[in-house]
């Protein structure tokens, strides 16, 4: 994955960049061993969609998919862990890719909203 960084060295010095790493935390190690201290940093999303692009999420898909969330959530099982026990149902292809997905940008530290702007093209 891409990481746009924002990062201040020792003189006080701002340098913007992008690097690639596998995730956040990655970026933020890579930043303190070359001196820099990171000020802001962003996954980068892509600009070239390709003929696989995710597509829209049908009606029963999403209905199917925000009551089984909804009912984890109202069992108070924290968002994280929800969305763990949902990649484990047999949802279809697309949508278990994308909930997986959103796992995995919760555990990366991107926020819920955040997360479900990255598959804006399947909401």
Avoid: C, W
């Amino acid at each position: 994955m891409k990481y746009s960084y924002r990062a201040a060295d020792v003189t006080g010095a701002i340098q913007s960049g992008v690097t690639e790493a596998n995730s956040r935390e990655e970026v933020i190690l890579n930043l303190k061993n070359q001196g820099k201290f990171p000020l802001e940093i962003k996954q980068q999303q892509l600009q070239i969609r390709s003929q696989f692009a995710q597509k829209k999420l049908s009606l029963p898909e999403l209905l199917n998919f925000t009551r089984q969330l909804a009912g984890l959530l109202s069992a108070e099982i924290p968002l994280e862990k929800a969305l763990g026990i949902l990649t484990k149902l047999n949802f279809t292809g697309n949508l278990s890719r994308i909930i997986k997905k959103l796992e995995r940008s919760l555990q990366e530290g991107i926020s819920f909203t955040g997360a479900l702007e990255q598959h804006s093209d399947s909401f």
